[in-house]
């Protein structure tokens, strides 16, 4: 996996910044490869942003080339961006966070093991990887 922490602060009313992510949130589901986006908000500070789970760095430099993407260095209402990427620890995270696992290829289905539509493995309540 690789993860991707965006913040910023912004120059109109939290309410507005609100209303505009609640309306753009849909399209980062188009994103091949991004398994999940955590809105991030500290209104005291007007400090905003983005926890980006990917499938891999690939996925995450693949999703550089997008509109969205490049929509917020232009945009002139966030100022102070900061962009960091990170690899991650796979043993040590899939201790913490179980259900956040690399997808197995598409190529184990015949062995009984999907992936999620979202890039996860599907698991049942007790956290055993799921067939279906």
């Known amino acids: 996996m690789h993860i991707r922490i965006v913040t910023f602060t912004i120059g109109v009313p939290a309410d507005e910044y609100g209303a505009h992510a609640a309306a753009v949130a849909e399209a980062f589901t188009e994103w091949p490869g991004l398994l999940g986006k955590i809105w991030l908000a500290d209104r005291e500070r007007n400090r905003y942003g983005g926890v980006y789970v990917f499938a ?26 900061v962009i960091e990427e990170y ?17 197995p290829p598409r190529d184990f289905a015949p062995f009984g093991i999907s992936s999620h539509p979202a890039g996860g493995v599907r698991r049942d309540r007790r956290g055993a990887k799921s067939g279906t």
């Open 56 to 81: 891999s760095k690939a996925d995450a430099d693949r999703s550089r080339s997008t509109s969205l993407f490049a929509g917020m260095a232009a945009n002139p209402a966030m100022a102070d961006l």
């Open 87 to 103: 690899e991650t620890l796979s043993e040590a995270s899939a201790v913490t966070w179980p259900a956040m696992t690399v997808p």
